[in-house]
Structures are given as structure tokens and as C-alpha cells.
């Protein structure tokens, strides 16, 4: 094998990205490890609203209890083990029944009701309650973690904004649990979660397939991302009045941006299936839901000011910019994960210095797999 120059790295073997042994064993080490943000806090909007939500191998049930706080657990009944609610959301008045023998459990998942449960007074109603999944919410989202002792979410979620942008301060400005949801699209996308992940850290490809981003974000166009700088946000083009498809001004700031962070667009990874953007006037946010090895499904909602959201104003050059970089990138996703069953790319591929920081996030992946041979 040649050796490589000093200015080109590897990535990961293409086995990596396209092996479902491999996927497996992330699904058990990282995705029902670690903090998985599920859900939009308001999409819980009172008691017994509720949505299911694919964390690696588990399906997980996340309701808005009585006391207006949410729940999360394990979407299994504890009789036979089916599947309580197969829909994505929806609302129930009081309670979870299961359709299979009616075990019925509350919103606090305790067993309330069951044929013949008043002849098995032995049965104990909590202990045969629904398995509770950690929670917290944080930026307006739900956050699950099905490990029994979670990790640290101060120092793996918090973390990354700190490690990104230097404090936990600047992402506080932008208020974004307080934001509303102006526009949500589902995509489906065809291809390996890494792959995602690593196009999202990287903007050597921008110039190539971002001609609308690389014209609000000149430097883009240069081919570094503003990720690899703590603090850094891209500065807005000279002639750019906002973060739209076409540079026109988009709709009311935020109030409590900085000075120093308008005109600016910061983009922040938080491990292993959230992206952040952030920019004056709205914030984007991207979850991961991966479903198998060569299969993805990105939630992208895009976060406004309650009023502007409520009198109705026209989010679509704002909304458009990101849902064309969405879409670009995701297709050049889709046209790599093909190769990575190649024998051609059966020891991976290279990294130019403009990206030698994804480096970091092999390691990462490998350290929490055991690196995987």
C-alpha cells in the first residue's frame, strides 16, 4: 500500500459505513448510550399528547404526563410485549392501552388496569409499570438516554456547544426554547449516518454544490468550515441582507443576539445525531434518526419568533436556503454510500488538510465502538 503524503489522512474503512454488524454495535455503543434528542417540547402540547421515536433498537414513547412534565419510556407492554402505539403521535385522554390484552398503563406509566388484575393482588402496579427512559430538556427539545447510568449531559450535549463556541453563553442568546416551529421537512435519506455527519463538519465540497450558500457565505466558498474555529460564525456576504435563498432580508431578529453575532451563520455538531445553525433571525436545527446502515431519516425544523411565526409572515426564502443545502448534500451523501460497499473503497478514502479535523470524529467513533476490525 502507498503511503500516504503528509497532507492526506484516512477515513474509516468503507465496511464501516455500510456493515450492519457495525451498525448494530453503534445502535448498542452509541445511540442507546448516550443523550438522543427526540422530540420538540412543544410538540407535547398537553397531557397524553405523545410521539414514538426510534432510539437505536428501541422504540420509546415520549408523553406529556398530568402534571405537565414529560415522560419518556420503552413503547413495550410489560404483559406480552407489544408495541403500545404503532402511529408516530397523537393524544389520549388518560391512559395507554395496549390493543393486544388492554393492560392499560397511566401517563405516569404506572399499571392502572388489566382483565381480571383485581384476582392477582400480587401484581405490583409499578414494578409492572412501562421501563422509564431518562429525560431532559434542553434548547426546547426533549432528550432521551436509554442507558441505566447516563452520562453527564452538561459535559456530552453542553459540552459541544462550549467546545464549539467557547462558552455555553452565545447559544443562550438566541432564546430557542422559547422559539417556535415555522417549518418542519422529514427527509429520507439513503445513506450512513457518518456520512452525514462528516459532510455537515466539512465545507470543501461547498464551493462545488452550494452555489446558493457559498453567495450569502463568501468564505464557505474558500472551502474551510467555520467549525474548525472555536467562536468563529461565517460573516454574511458585503450585498447579503439576510440568510435566505437569496440574500433579500429575512423576517424580525432575534432579540437577544449579540452585536457580535449578527450577520453570522454558526454551525455546531453535537454528537451523534444533532446539527445546530444558528443565525440572527432563526435557528435550524437537524435530528438524526438512523435506521439502518444505509438508512437515515433527518427531522429539519426551522425555528422562528413566536410572533413572526404567529401573524403569519413569509418564512420561504429563509426556509428555501437550508432546504436546497439540505438537499444537495444529502444526494451527495446518497451518491457515497454506494462505494462503501466498493472494494475500491475497502480501506477508506483520504482527508485534504480542510478537513483532517473529521479525523476527530473517527477516533471518537472508534474509541466508542472499541475500534471495531
Not at 492526506?8 to 456493515?19: E, N, Q, R, V
Not at 405537565?68 to 406480552?80: E, M, T
Not at 444526494?331 to 479535523?357: D, F, I, K, N, T
Request: with cysteine.
Amino acid at each position: 500500500m502507498t503511503p500516504l503524503p503528509p497532507s492526506l489522512i484516512s477515513t474509516l474503512p468503507g465496511g464501516y459505513y455500510a456493515d450492519e454488524g457495525v451498525f448494530a454495535l453503534e445502535q448498542a455503543k452509541i445511540f442507546e448510550s448516550m443523550w438522543f434528542c427526540a422530540v420538540r417540547a412543544s410538540d407535547l402540547g398537553r397531557p397524553g399528547a405523545f410521539r414514538t421515536v426510534q432510539v437505536g433498537r428501541e422504540s420509546v414513547l415520549v408523553t406529556r404526563a398530568r402534571d405537565g412534565s414529560i415522560r419518556a419510556f420503552l413503547n413495550v407492554c410489560r404483559h406480552r410485549g407489544a408495541r403500545l402505539r404503532t402511529e408516530e403521535s397523537g393524544e389520549v385522554r388518560h391512559a395507554f392501552s395496549c390493543p393486544y390484552h388492554a393492560w392499560t398503563y397511566d401517563l405516569e406509566g404506572r399499571l392502572i388496569a388489566a382483565p381480571n388484575l383485581a384476582r392477582m393482588p400480587d401484581v405490583d402496579r409499578v414494578a409492572f409499570g412501562l421501563v422509564d427512559v431518562h429525560v431532559r430538556e434542553w434548547l426546547g427539545y426533549v432528550w432521551v438516554c436509554l442507558a441505566g447510568d447516563p452520562p453527564s449531559f452538561e459535559a456530552d450535549v453542553v459540552g459541544e456547544v462550549v467546545t464549539r463556541l467557547g462558552a455555553e453563553e452565545p447559544i443562550g442568546n438566541y432564546g430557542i426554547d422559547d422559539l417556535a416551529v415555522g417549518r418542519r421537512i422529514v427527509y429520507d435519506v439513503k445513506a450512513n449516518w457518518k456520512l452525514l455527519v462528516e459532510n455537515f463538519m466539512e465545507c470543501y465540497h461547498c464551493a462545488t454544490i452550494h452555489p446558493e450558500l457559498t453567495e450569502v457565505l463568501p468564505e464557505f466558498a474558500d472551502g474551510y468550515a467555520a467549525q474548525s474555529f472555536v467562536g468563529h460564525g461565517a460573516e454574511f456576504g458585503e450585498n447579503i441582507q439576510g440568510f435566505t435563498v437569496d440574500g433579500s432580508e429575512g423576517v424580525d431578529r432575534i432579540p437577544g443576539v449579540g452585536e457580535d453575532q449578527d450577520r453570522r451563520y454558526y454551525a455546531i455538531t453535537i454528537k451523534p445525531q444533532v446539527f445546530v445553525n444558528l443565525v440572527p433571525d432563526h435557528v435550524i436545527i437537524h435530528r438524526m434518526f438512523p435506521l439502518a446502515a444505509g438508512r437515515t431519516i433527518i427531522e429539519c425544523d426551522w425555528l422562528f419568533r413566536e410572533d413572526v411565526v404567529g401573524r403569519d409572515a413569509d418564512l420561504g426564502p429563509s426556509v428555501e436556503l437550508f432546504h436546497r443545502v439540505n438537499v444537495q448534500d444529502f444526494e451527495a451523501c446518497e451518491r457515497c454510500q454506494p462505494a462503501m460497499s466498493s472494494r475500491a473503497y475497502a480501506r477508506g478514502g483520504v482527508l485534504v488538510p480542510s478537513e483532517h479535523h473529521i479525523g476527530a470524529f473517527h477516533d471518537w467513533v472508534l474509541g466508542r465502538l472499541g475500534a471495531v476490525s
